[in-house]
């Protein structure tokens, strides 16, 4: 199946799943104008399509779905162990899209969704009051693009640039990454640059790219888009994590840190960050069982405190030679390596 063209597949979209509470939301409607084209079928709650049994999400991403949802309950969470904090308090991060258009092989979604349709809760104010009652009480670093590339979905949502508008209002207690692989230049033609909105772009080498990470602008794009953003004043971080093991990797990366600091400034750099590929051992099963064939997913991961991550002694020669290089070229305090919690003195 997954060899047939895609003549056999419906384009994405092209069916719309509309929870009934939500149908006459100004958001749901704004949505809809740009799929016009589009089978619109109202459900009674979103788990009750993305959450159903039997689906499978390797066919799926040949032909997305979008269900649009209201979120409920809990709408921000803490920060993950196996997420980077930058030295920053009060780290937490929130969904309000979940999944992805881009297909990356290793990506932990893979593993802690059980669909690969696209889910856009169109409540953001909530989200936005929600983050309101916290900053009442202590300051936030706010991951808003964890479970999904906003950038990426800019065009459909418009919640990129809704959170940088948001964050306006808070410049002393609000400080805000959205992550990204997108080289959308008119995102950033047309957004004002803040001093505490970051824009987190995830690099790996053209290898990894073409081997990995389906459907993503090349490095050469996204090095060219956060260049750009740079120049323009935006801050911008430079994320290598997760570093993917390929043949040859240290000439590979090696390679793409020669063309990072022949495109970018160093000094221009808010920050960067290190970190080798890591999942939750649950996630990795789900992965495996999704994805039969692929390297990223069957690698031999060692087991430790419930997570999946590269035998040590690579994990530790990857993340440390990565670490040296930049090193080079970025005083230390802009570097930041995650530390595995059994390797305390992992550089």
């Known amino acids: 199946m ?114 690969a349709n696209i889910v856009l809760f169109v409540n953001l104010e909530d989200f936005f009051e929600e983050a309101k009652r916290m900053l009442a009480d202590r300051p936030l670093y706010l991951c808003v693009s964890y479970d999904t590339d906003l950038l990426a979905a800019e065009s459909i949502a418009g919640y990129a640039g809704a959170w940088s508008r948001f964050a306006a209002g808070y410049p002393e207690r609000l400080k805000i990454e959205i992550r990204t692989k997108c080289a959308d230049r008119y995102f950033f033609e047309h957004q004002k640059p803040l001093s505490h909105v970051i824009y987190a772009f995830t690099l790996s080498p053209q290898a990894v790219v073409e081997c990995f990470e389906h459907h993503t602008p090349s490095l050469k794009a996204r090095l060219a888009q956060a260049a750009a953003a740079a120049d323009a004043g935006f801050p911008v971080r430079l994320c290598f994590d997760p570093m993917i093991y390929v043949h040859g990797w240290q000439q590979h990366y090696d390679e793409m840190l020669d063309q990072v600091f022949r495109a970018i400034d160093p000094q221009m750099l808010t920050d960067v960050s290190v970190g080798s590929f890591r999942i ?68």
Request: with cysteine.
């Open 2 to 115: 997954k060899n047939l063209s895609s003549n056999y597949f419906n384009p994405f979209f092209s069916h719309i799943y509309v929870e009934q509470r939500v149908r006459d939301h100004p958001r749901t409607r704004r949505i809809l104008a740009k799929y016009q084209e589009a089978a619109v079928i109202e459900i009674g709650h979103y788990k009750d399509v993305f959450c159903r049994g039997g689906q499978d999400p390797a066919l799926q991403r040949r032909s997305q779905k979008l269900i649009l949802a209201a979120k409920e309950g809990a709408l921000m969470y803490p920060g993950a162990a196996v997420c980077q904090d930058f030295g920053n308090e009060h780290f937490y991060y929130t969904s309000c899209m979940m999944n992805c258009i881009y297909d990356c092989e290793y990506c932990y979604l893979k593993g802690m969704y059980p669909s």
């Open 280 to 347: 939750p051992r649950d996630y990795l099963k789900r992965m495996r069982r999704q994805q039969p064939d692929s390297a990223a997913a069957w690698f031999p991961y060692e087991l430790e405190d419930g997570y999946y991550h590269y035998p040590t002694a690579l994990m530790e020669q990857m993340e440390h030679h990565l670490a040296s290089r930049l090193r080079e070229r970025l005083p230390e305090e802009k570097i930041f390596v995650w530390t595995h919690p059994s390797v305390p003195g992992q550089q």
